[in-house]
């Protein structure tokens, strides 16, 4: 055995955040699991042929459910944190316009790719082995679409073809206002992931609603529990995170991603994407009244520096905006609440950027005068504080020092 392979085999199977005791009890559940693989969850890993022995042993090693066969108690999990678990959207619901043929969304990928060859910022993000690559050849992606490397698999991310996919014809169905209200739409993004193609465990800063074209994809999806929430954090700036603790997180699902369903995955949901078939995928992002518990959450766990800080202050600004949407839709206790939640991170976000402090003081001061906030008890529970809610607020969670010095 060449020595790499030793030392991940160590890496994985010692997850520096256990204990042994505790690694024993998962070991355990992990052997019970085992023999209960769900047959649903067995059909949808046959997908993997062709995919290495451990990739395989892996996904079986994941306690997972099929959205058919979830459990009445991980239903419980999903929907505390999301209002909903992960749902199916046929495809034609999605479409303000004619889909593109797979032939047309190749050809206009080659343009694309030849028009930007010498640009020093290209309009896409190309990954190889799953790490961003500035280097690699892009078209490489494309070429890999005929002939699939398990070995470096090249794919490019969040490129856009307005030619023949303009900026809204892909959007929320309707019928997703059952689930979730999705206000903001926008972001429309394209991939494209030969086969073999693998994302590791991460969130994403929206709540995301994803279509396939052409390609066929194994999507693993966890809830953003706070024990969830806790192991990521701990496993983030390691490499296979899927590995590490993929058997130690709770409420997993496991879905193919096809051209028949649009897949929502709900804000701050742990997720991991496999391409069994290689071809285009197409994303939105939106927001909703109760992503500011997510979003409250993901700030707790301090889950918004990861990637470089990359989108920190698209998390931050969307807290804002998904806590206005919350205070304007019914939903001002959930609003409230989440704001509360992560109020220390808050505060000392607050402290270095007055121009957000500023835009979330002008949102309670609004709050503050609307007849909405009478009579609320805040969720801290500070006694004697429920006759005067609207001074206890002001004086504990918005920043009027800032305000004033405007
Ligand atoms: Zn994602
Ligand atoms: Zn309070």
Known sequence: MPPQRVQREHRRYNPHSLTEDQDQDLKATH?????????????????????????????????????????????????QVHT???????SKKCWGGQPPTDVALFLATMKMISESKSSSNPPYTAFCRGEIDGEVDPSIALAQLWSPDPAMPVSLVGFNLPEILPKTIFRAPEEMSLYIE???????????????????????????????????????LFPGTKHNLDMLQKAEGQ??????????????????MTSSHAIHIPLGSIHSVLTTNGGFLITIDFI?????????????????????????????????SSIELALDNNRVLLGIDSWVKSSDRIEEWAGGHPTWSRKATK?????????????ILCPCGEPGQSQFFQEHFKCHYIFERLDRHR
């Open 288 to 320: 909703a009244p109760t992503s500011a518990k997510s979003y409250s959450s993901l700030l707790s766990t301090g889950l918004d520096r990861v990637d470089g800080r990359r989108y920190q202050n698209v998390y931050f600004d969307r807290f804002i």
């Open 239 to 256: 490499k296979e995170k899927l590995a590490r603790i993929g058997r130690y997180l709770e409420g997993g699902l496991i879905t193919n």
């Open 84 to 90: 909903t678990y992960p749902r199916l959207f046929q």
């Open 31 to 79: 052997d019970s699991q085992e023999s209960i693989l769900q047959n649903g969850v067995r059909r949808l890993l046959e997908g993997l042929d062709g995919f290495d022995e451990s990739t395989k042993a892996l996904l079986e090693s994941i306690p997972l459910s099929t959205l058919d066969d979830i459990s009445e108690g991980d239903k419980n999990l999903w929907e």
């Open 363 to 375: 949102m309670w001061n609004r709050f503050l005068k609307s007849p909405e906030s009478k009579n």
């Open 182 to 220: 999705p206000f903001e739409e926008g972001n429309q993004q394209l991939l494209v992931t030969p086969t073999y193609s693998k994302t590791d465990l991460h969130i994403d800063p929206g709540e995301g609603l994803s279509l396939s074209l052409g390609s066929e994809k194994l999507c693993l």
